[in-house]
């Protein structure tokens, strides 16, 4: 019979929770990412002063989940928290589950956001989401949100 590698007649313990050696590049990775694409959007909406258009509303006629979160977003980098609300009432939501989930990539052994993100993660949590994100759909839709 083998004997896996690193078996000395005691129970290998696979659950070690380290700290990865690549945590400061992680984080630099995601933080040029993240001033790469807040530059390239700010100076493309600033030279040419063009959003690009939402296919989905432009073939259905219907909001999208995720239509005016451009605008929100470019409210968000000028400051203007009211005016980013005003457009997609679900950024504020959309934001936090993306920053969770980057948090979880940067430090996956930290454990208060490894329980954050396994809770928001699990299938039953995914689908409450999808149905939010159908319900804000059907929502805005039915009352010209």
């Not at 959007?41 to 939402?54: D, H, I, K, Q």
């Not at 005003?86 to 956001?113: E, K, Q």
């Not at 699990?122 to 939010?132: D, E, I, N, S």
């Amino acid at each position: 019979m083998a004997v896996p590698d690193g078996f000395h007649g005691r129970v290998l313990n696979t659950d070690v929770r380290k700290p990865p050696h690549n945590i400061w590049l992680r984080a630099a990775l995601a933080f040029t990412a993240v001033a790469a694409l807040v530059s390239l959007y700010l100076l493309g909406v600033e030279l040419t002063g063009v959003m690009p258009r939402c296919l989905f509303r432009d073939i259905t006629g219907w909001s999208c989940p995720g239509c005016g979160s451009q605008r929100a977003l470019h409210a968000l980098l000028e400051g203007d928290l009211t005016e980013a609300w005003s457009y997609n009432y679900m950024i504020p939501f959309t934001l936090a589950y993306v920053a969770i989930c980057g948090m979880h990539w940067i430090l996956p052994y930290s454990t208060h956001i490894g329980k954050i993100y396994r809770c928001l993660t699990t299938p039953r949590a995914l689908y409450v989401l999808l149905g939010a994100v159908i319900a804000w759909t059907v929502a805005r839709n039915m009352l010209g949100i």
